[in-house]
């Protein structure tokens, strides 16, 4: 482990009121991920192939490969995008992984069968992967530790929007009467054309993380953003900022190996979990959902109205996250979340098991869930696991979890194809399951960060 003589540059953003420059930041950020829903689309998409167009068939090892194909691609992004983006740097990296984004999902769209379309998306899985690392974690870096995980939030809620919108989209294109074949080539052409939007927006407004760059031993540059900053603000407010009351700590660089014993051990293993927690529940539901509602006998347009309206459940638990992240201590959030997820999970399986809701009451039921699993996904992937981890290693950890999270998911796809051939209801009842076993785990490994400083969060002697 390196140090290097900084320029105090943690205490120095710490310190800041929010401001205009906090809020471009989280609205570049926030849009760049509202509009890389190469992964929202998936169970729309999904849901064509399978009941329209019959490129997959039911109970088939191909549609068990729809969701476990993806999960692969975004698995090796996180693992391999995470050290790259400790390497090259937050913006860099975040466009790097936007071009390429943006290319495969053209070349998705334009596959001539379901094979060249599984090529582009095990691709579309490795660029969002590497892209939701650095976006996520890279962010944390940009906001004061006494509201970080309030900002985050805002970040997700506006992100998560991306689901319930392009499932909208895919209502409405299906009811415009649009050839099926050109319908779910349009899914992917939209994110696309706006993710080259958001790519230029970061190109132009993005600075370069001062905290990276302090840890690179770059101070010089680190402490002219810094002050930059400072300067905006104190031109915004018309007055000057408060005095830096924290002492210049040394800068420290930490292999990738420190993730691996210690202090950082326990966090790369709680992370894990969390994060296998949301894969599996999150992406299970996401690509699955209009299936197993035609499982239950509605037609292809029931239950992407279904869907859609179930999924407005996740900007709306989003936005509660937002309101509460800083109020409540991290790991009792986790705990409580997952044990919600539990409930509504053997609720849902019970009900459409036994008959006992129609098409309103199911809908009902998958919105309430629907808040409780992106009330989750908020706390998990925009804020818990991206701010545990010393600047140095951030996206390296934070990767290396995501990574972690995806493993699971590459193998799950075929237990859920097994059950929902004998059952939609069964694969609710399993997601209740995994989400009683995370929170065990939390409950015994789960380490605290709430209102933390990211130097503080980053010692680890």
């Not at 101070?219 to 408060?242: H, N, Q, R, S």
């Not at 894969?279 to 035609?294: A, D, E, K």
Request: hydrophobic share 50%.
């Amino acid at each position: 482990m390196n140090e290097t003589k900084g320029a105090n540059i943690g205490a120095r953003l710490d310190r800041l009121p929010n401001s205009r420059w906090h809020t471009k930041m989280w609205l570049v950020t926030a849009f760049a991920l509202l509009v890389c829903w190469s992964n929202g689309i998936g169970g729309a998409v999904q849901n064509i192939l399978l009941n329209e167009l019959h490129w997959l068939k039911p109970g088939t090892t191909l549609l068990a490969l729809w969701g476990t194909t993806y999960t692969v691609g975004q698995l090796f992004g996180a693992l391999i995008g995470g050290p790259i983006g400790d390497k090259i740097g937050r913006k860099r990296s975040i466009i790097v992984y936007e071009i390429m984004h943006i290319i495969v999902m053209i070349g998705a769209a334009l596959s001539p069968n379901v094979y060249v379309l599984y090529v582009f998306r095990l691709l579309q899985g490795f660029a969002l992967g590497a892209l939701l690392v650095v976006l996520f974690a890279g962010f944390t870096e940009y906001v004061p530790g006494r509201n970080r995980g309030t900002w985050s939030s805002r970040t997700s809620f506006i992100g998560n929007w991306a689901h319930p919108i392009c499932n909208l989209i895919a209502l409405l294109l299906i009811m415009s009467g649009m050839d099926y074949d050109l319908n779910w080539r349009v899914e992917f052409m939209i994110p696309s054309i706006l993710s080259i939007i958001a790519t230029i927006l970061i190109w132009k407004k993005f600075p370069e993380s001062p905290r990276w760059l302090e840890s690179q031993g770059r101070v010089e540059e680190a402490d002219a953003i810094v002050t930059a900053v400072e300067k905006e603000i104190e031109a915004e407010t018309g007055k000057p900022l408060p005095p830096i009351e924290a002492e210049p700590a040394p800068v420290k660089r930490l292999p990738y190996r420190a993730l691996f014993h210690g202090k950082l051990l326990r966090r790369t293993i709680v992370g894990s979990l969390v994060l296998i927690g949301m894969n599996t529940i999150q992406y299970t539901l996401m690509n699955w959902m209009p299936s197993l509602l035609s499982g239950l006998g509605y037609d292809t347009s029931q239950s992407q109205f279904m869907t859609v309206f179930g999924l407005f459940g996740a900007p709306f638990g989003i936005f509660i996250a937002s309101l509460i992240m800083d109020k409540v201590p991290r790991k009792k959030m986790g705990i409580l979340l997952l044990i919600g997820m539990a409930g509504f999970g053997i609720i849902i399986g019970m009900a459409t098991m036994n008959g006992w809701v129609g098409m309103t009451g199911l809908i009902v039921l998958m919105f309430l869930m629907n808040t409780i699993i992106y009330m989750y996904v908020c706390y998990a992937s925009a804020v818990y696991v991206p701010e545990m981890w010393p600047t140095s290693a951030k996206m390296s950890g934070s990767g290396f979890c995501n990574a972690m999270g995806r493993v699971s998911n590459v193998f799950f796809p075929f237990l859920v194809t097994a059950l929902a051939a004998q059952s939609s209801s069964y694969v609710f009842v399993l997601l209740a399951i995994v989400a009683a076993i995370i929170a065990i785990g939390v409950a015994f490994l789960g380490v605290e960060t709430r209102g933390e400083s990211v130097e503080d969060i980053g010692n680890v002697d």
